[in-house]
């Protein structure tokens, strides 16, 4: 059985992992077993746009740096991670844990679509690796009613085949208070040219 980690051990394990991708971002390694991508083609650039559907215009709160110790922000750095690292071998854990932070639509899509024996093959096959710190988090305060809204910047780093993608990307991430818990029930990219 797995426990989470304190918070207190959240700092030292992000300053690790920063070096580490400082090492495997310079190039001066030799290691292969970096954490892979999903095989279904993901947005790393924050100049990839979002269909105008998936950006419901709502009125805009302030949003409030950091708050990362409020349940809605430990929630959305926790499935923001689970979506954007993993590796043939961690990609089923990942997927497990985006499914058991999701809710609504987002569980349904995710459910519909659990890492298959050649999906996992093909992440091997292509090499493909995925990395992603946070950089920052918004809580977007004085949303009404069982909803929130928070956006996640991450430093993602992609490589298949050996031809490396960096970028740094924020995604907004809906969430509804459900069975005691926050759930995310949206997870999109937000365009370069929006605040």
Not at 108 to 133: F, I, K, M, N, Y
Not at 157 to 164: K, N, S, V, Y
Not at 173 to 192: E, K, M, N, Y
Request: charged share 20%; no cysteine; proline share 8%.
């Amino acid at each position: 059985m797995t426990r989470a980690l304190p918070v207190r051990w959240l700092a030292p394990i992000a300053t690790v992992v920063l070096v580490v991708a400082g090492v495997l971002l310079s190039g001066r390694h030799e290691n292969r077993g970096r954490p892979a991508a999903p095989a279904e083609p993901v947005a790393t650039s924050s100049a990839t746009s979002t269909p105008a559907a998936a950006l419901t215009a709502t009125p805009v709160a302030a949003p409030v740096a950091g708050a990362v110790g409020d349940p809605r922000v430990r929630v959305a750095r926790a499935y923001a991670l689970a979506a954007t690292n993993s590796s043939p071998d961690t990609y089923p854990g990942a997927y497990r844990r985006q499914l058991a932070l999701s809710t609504g639509t987002l569980a349904r899509e995710l459910a519909a679509h659990p890492p298959t024996r050649g999906l996992l093959e093909q992440l091997r096959v292509d090499d493909t690796s995925r990395l992603a710190v946070i950089l920052d988090t918004e809580l977007e305060r004085g949303a009404a009613g069982a909803g929130a809204r928070v956006t996640v910047g991450l430093a993602e780093r992609r490589e298949t085949d050996g031809e490396l993608t960096q970028a740094r990307t924020r995604y907004q991430l809906r969430l509804r208070h459900q069975d005691g818990g926050w759930r995310v029930t949206a997870f999109t990219i937000v365009p370069a040219d929006r605040p």
